[in-house]
């Protein structure tokens, strides 16, 4: 018990002798000062910089708001529909015999448009039943896809996948009541459920058809045109017997007014309907706006001064429990730069980007508060980590600070420009995921850099990662300071 209070005891006046060796050091405050100056400097930069412009019907001007879901993510909702009013319960069936499709390629000729046959990933084809036609409203589909075989989408951001197929298929869709259902056949005999999801507050009177749509093809961040193409055949409605209307559901018109840019269609032959469509029906990662945690791209060289200012406060601190003091004190004055940073930089940002009317990507309440604390504790982390590497790394400071960039700025740099984004699943970097205000969906592709929103892990596992490394550095340094100092106190006993 003895023991217990007495480390106890120490453990406390090692708070209070670093809560005063802090207040002295002039250094370290500087550089969490400097830290916070260069971060938000930088945020500010990029937010005052950016103009985006659309071209829309009524000429080149700023763009629209994102049009907003159901459940309030940006979305994009273009695509071709041939459909019929269904009132109360009823459903549709169909077999995708072919899927097919066009996209553009990088120019071999420059000035010649490359265009190719072939589909994307997630170019779509099935079946579709939504409240209306207006875009962003609820809807279910069914659907064949280019290259992750059956899926049940509702909503933009949901996906339930179904089996692995890329070949014809029978797809079936339900209504009743709210209760939308979803299957898929072989053969059209024997029905496998995908999915059953439930549209609240549907009208009586929904629209139920066919529909075809593709993102673009993506070059390095950016997208370039594609299109599916769908033939639909053994088609059977049930609860609907009306003429088939066709919508190209969000199309855009060139400069004119006029023109439709890039327009689907629709072929009926023989009992087939072949359906033309392009856009996308889903979450907007990129298209929906610039998004909050852009604010923070300058984190990483802001956390410079942090770990070298962690690194020379470890100053080679021997005793173990004057190191895990030192930990908490640091780990403190780092999270508080951290939160100022963020606090400052996220808001003002985004206020700044409004005044300049660019789009923006919602962000809830909650996952600004994730964004700007979870910088706070990344940059505490991250501090704590490199006092860790320090205090084992025993060759100096200059050692001790390049390794700890070296695990936490640089692989963040590399993902930042599209390369090696596996090294934000396996290094410190990780933490940087806790900042991203644009979940990344399993069913849209992006370009594999943060610029783009891409991050492999969730931003609670990445900040897992980072807290873990901090961790076991400085659990390991107590440790091996621990061996250390009972190995000095043995020789001076013999």
Known sequence: MRSSTAGQDGFSQGLRAEWARLRSSRGLLLAMAA???????????????????????KGEGPCPAPLLGPDGTAVKDKYYFVHQPLKGNGGITA???????????????????????????WAKAGLLVRQSLKQGTPYAAVMLTGAHGVRMQHNYV????????????????????????????DDGRTWTRIGTVEL??????????????????????????AQATATFDRITLQGADGSWRHDDVGVGLESDGRTPHHPGGVVESGGKLIVTGGGDIGPATVEGGIRADLMLIGGAVGLIPVLVAAVTFCAAERRARRLAARAVVLGAVAFVAGLVTSGVVVPAGLALLRAHRNPIQPITLGTGLRVVVGHAVLTAAAAVLALGLAALVRRGV??????????VVVPYGLATAGLAPWLLMVTPAAGFAVTQSVPTFAHVDVGPSLLGGYYPLSPWAGLAVTCGYAAFAL?????AHGRRARRELDSRLR
Request: with cysteine; charged share 15%; aromatic share 4%.
């Open 200 to 225: 609240a507050g549907l009208p009586e009177t929904v629209e139920i058809g066919l529909f075809a749509t593709s993102p673009g093809v993506l070059w390095d961040m950016a997208k370039a045109f």
């Open 475 to 479: 659990a390991a340094a107590i440790a």
């Open 95 to 121: 077999r995708v015999s072919d899927l097919t499709g066009q996209l553009r390629l990088p120019d071999v000729v420059p000035g010649v448009r490359n265009v190719a046959e072939g589909v994307v990933p």
């Open 398 to 407: 200059v050692a001790a600070a390049g390794l700890s960039v070296a695990l």
């Open 35 to 57: 830290s916070v100056l260069v971060t938000v400097s930088l945020g500010l930069l990029i937010a005052g910089g950016v103009r985006t412009t659309c071209v829309t019907g």
């Open 158 to 185: 949901h996906d339930i996948p179904g089996g692995p197929h890329n070949g014809p298929q029978w797809l079936r869709l339900t209504r009743s009541g709210d209760t939308i259902s979803g299957y898929e056949s």
